[in-house]
């Protein structure tokens, strides 16, 4: 059974720092990529961060870059995404997911795998 947990989310004032993190167990890491995403309230879910575990390619969404960092240690099967100078629209409850990577654009990987979210909250 495929799991991913994550973990590390919290209160935060905005310009602070979180480090979120995905566990994933019950597949092959090194053959997924891995995205971050985030859904606030009342609005849908966003793509946030991806990166191929077989290669450590990455890709942000504009609104995100230059500020998060997603990066990934395989021999923990843990991807983590390092979030700094937080806005309050970046309160939301941030999931990861997994999906085979078949060497396609991460816009085009389907995500088969989901955890069950962490909560950020940013407070001005």
């Known amino acids: 059974e495929v799991q991913l947990v994550e973990t590390g989310g919290g209160l935060v004032q905005t310009g602070g720092s979180l480090r979120l993190s995905c566990v994933a167990s019950g597949l092959t890491f090194d053959d997924y990529d891995i995205g971050w995403f985030r859904q606030a309230p009342g609005k849908e879910r966003e793509g946030v961060s991806y990166?191929?575990?077989?290669?450590?390619?990455?890709h942000y969404e504009g609104s995100v870059e230059d500020r998060f960092t997603i990066s990934s240690d395989n021999a923990k099967n843990t991807v983590y995404l390092q979030m700094n100078n937080r806005k309050v629209e970046d309160t939301a409850v941030y999931y990861c997911a997994a999906g085979e990577n078949l060497g396609m654009p991460f816009s085009q990987v389907t995500w088969n795998y989901w955890g069950q979210g962490t909560q950020v909250t940013v407070s001005s």
């Open positions: 990166i191929s575990d077989s290669d450590g390619d990455t």
